[in-house]
């Protein structure tokens, strides 16, 4: 299969590009700058030159190719109207191209968006309204009358591995400026995780076989207590660990303040079942111990 990636030299989707490129599939990968490029054709990828803004080569990218699989997303949270708007665009352009073919289109979100109170979240739960990445689903989802095979992957609060440079890096930077590692309220509450790598292994099982309509949950860990995380920042930093009120937290954190007051626990059960998903990576404490989060380049 021939399959277009987007965000094809990120975190998450250079490790998709690797994942699909060993099971024997070809890829062309998007990349917005000659940085990305040369990373997506060193990989063994084909290069598509273009940007989420530049929906002509989103177009392209989707109409030269077998499948899709969109990972990109501009996290621009000083601006949520903009980014939302983007991820609509994009992926109607997807869908438009795909309408009537048959062909999979497997888009990104976030099991934040899903998190239950007093429960983990399911695949079948309906996302909650109020988080931006919801229009990922529903956009994608609304193509699946226009025969495209749609497909939603939920991924967990923190992708994690070397290179990670989302929620887990920032906590501990803040940890290493305030000089102490901190969690809110008891810290109870709790984080799914993935491995990049075992998320990637989802990504291709989702492109390959996932019917249309179908969400996929990537947690390899239903939920890391995030107090634990802060006892393994404040020992490899060398800083006290200690709580702080909830309502402080987005003082404290910045914007991840937000999401690490969520108690994020969700289940992968129905995903691991229906598509014989194994995650086989160190989870996300295992990794954390390793020490390559804490060596600054």
Same mark, same amino acid.
Not at 1 to 19: D, K, L, N, P, Q
Not at 65 to 93: C, K, L, P, Q, Y
Not at 276 to 294: A, C, M, S, T
């Given at each position: 299969?021939?399959?277009?990636?987007?965000?094809?030299?990120? &975190?998450?989707?250079?490790?998709?590009?690797?994942?699909?490129?060993?099971?024997?599939?070809?890829?062309?990968? #998007?990349?917005?700058?000659?940085?990305?490029?040369?990373?997506?054709?060193? +990989?063994?990828?084909?290069?598509?030159?273009?940007?989420?803004?530049?929906?002509?080569? #989103?177009?392209?990218?989707?109409?030269?190719?077998?499948?899709?699989?969109?990972? +990109? &997303?501009?996290?621009?949270?000083?601006?949520?109207?903009?980014a939302?708007?983007?991820?609509?665009?994009?992926?109607?352009?997807?869908?438009?191209? @795909?309408?009537?073919?048959?062909?999979?289109?497997?888009?990104?979100?976030?099991?934040?968006?899903?998190?239950?109170p007093?429960?983990? +979240?399911?695949?079948?739960?309906?996302?909650?309204?109020? /988080?931006?990445?919801?229009?990922?689903?529903?956009?994608? *989802?609304?193509?699946?009358?226009?025969?495209?095979?749609?497909?939603v992957?939920?991924?967990?609060?923190?992708?994690?591995g070397?290179?990670?440079?989302? *929620?887990?890096?920032?906590?501990?930077?803040?940890?290493?400026? =305030?000089g102490?590692?901190?969690?809110?309220?008891?810290?109870?509450?709790? /984080? +799914?995780?993935?491995?990049? #790598?075992?998320?990637?292994?989802?990504?291709?099982?989702? #492109?390959?076989?996932?019917?249309?309509g179908?969400? @996929?949950?990537?947690?390899?860990?239903?939920?890391?207590?995030v107090?634990?995380?802060?006892?393994?920042?404040?020992?490899?930093?060398?800083?006290?660990?200690?709580?702080?009120?909830?309502?402080?937290?987005?003082?404290?954190?910045? *914007?991840?303040?937000q &999401?690490?007051?969520?108690?994020?626990?969700?289940?992968?059960?129905?995903?691991r079942?229906?598509?014989? /998903?194994?995650?086989?990576?160190?989870?996300?404490?295992?990794?954390?111990? =390793?020490g390559?989060?804490?060596?600054?380049?």
């Amino acid at each position: 299969m021939r399959v277009f990636v987007t965000g094809a030299s990120g &975190f998450i989707g250079s490790a998709v590009v690797r994942e699909l490129l060993d099971a024997g599939h070809e890829v062309l990968g #998007l990349a917005r700058s000659d940085e990305g490029a040369a990373a997506v054709a060193t +990989a063994g990828a084909q290069v598509l030159r273009g940007s989420l803004e530049d929906l002509d080569s #989103l177009r392209r990218g989707a109409a030269d190719s077998d499948g899709v699989v969109h990972t +990109a &997303f501009i996290h621009d949270f000083a601006n949520h109207g903009g980014a939302i708007e983007t991820e609509r665009r994009v992926v109607t352009a997807l869908g438009e191209v @795909l309408a009537g073919s048959g062909r999979p289109l497997v888009v990104s979100s976030g099991s934040v968006v899903v998190a239950q109170p007093g429960r983990p +979240a399911t695949e079948q739960d309906p996302s909650d309204p109020s /988080w931006l990445r919801l229009v990922s689903e529903e956009t994608a *989802f609304a193509f699946v009358d226009r025969g495209v095979r749609a497909s939603v992957l939920r991924l967990p609060p923190t992708v994690h591995g070397a290179g990670d440079r989302g *929620f887990v890096p920032i906590i501990i930077d803040v940890a290493r400026e =305030k000089g102490v590692s901190a969690y809110p309220g008891d810290g109870a509450n709790r /984080w +799914a995780a993935v491995h990049r #790598l075992d998320a990637a292994n989802l990504f291709r099982l989702a #492109l390959e076989s996932a019917p249309a309509g179908t969400t @996929l949950h990537a947690a390899a860990e239903e939920g890391v207590p995030v107090r634990e995380i802060a006892e393994v920042v404040g020992r490899h930093l060398d800083v006290p660990v200690r709580s702080i009120p909830g309502e402080e937290s987005a003082g404290h954190f910045g *914007f991840v303040g937000q &999401f690490l007051r969520r108690d994020v626990w969700v289940s992968s059960a129905w995903t691991r079942e229906r598509f014989g /998903w194994q995650p086989v990576r160190p989870g996300l404490i295992v990794d954390l111990e =390793k020490g390559h989060y804490f060596t600054r380049p």
